[in-house]
């Protein structure tokens, strides 16, 4: 069986994470030390061809930065909560239109 093919991510999975230390200004000692793991051991994650979910997930609780949120931004495939989130939006901004319309035929009819 052949060895499968690295996966090219679209983002630098590692660069991330290091943006996510540099925001919150943890080295890698720290890093470490929040993930219970030597700090040689944060090296050789940070060298890695990929990174395991589970660590990941560890990773951003200790850094409070959300990669997750990153890497699905960096996904390009649209949500279909957003769209819809969108047509809600338009269809508030549509009745508010409307009542206001209704409450100025109210008042005319007042008069």
């Avoid at 219970?36 to 994650?45: A, F, P, W």
């Amino acid at each position: 069986m052949k060895p499968s093919k690295p996966i090219k991510l679209p983002v630098d999975l590692h660069k991330l994470i290091h943006d996510a230390m540099a925001e919150t200004r943890m080295s890698t000692v720290i890093l470490a030390d929040k993930l219970g793991i030597g700090n040689s051991s944060v090296h050789y994650l940070l060298k890695r061809r990929g990174v395991q979910v589970g660590r990941l997930w560890t990773i951003c609780e200790a850094t409070g930065v959300n990669i997750f949120r990153q890497l699905a931004d960096a996904i390009d495939i649209h949500n279909p909560v957003d769209k819809e989130k969108e047509q809600l939006k338009k269809e508030i901004e549509d009745l508010k239109k409307e009542r206001e319309i209704l409450r100025d035929v109210i008042s005319l009819m007042k008069k």
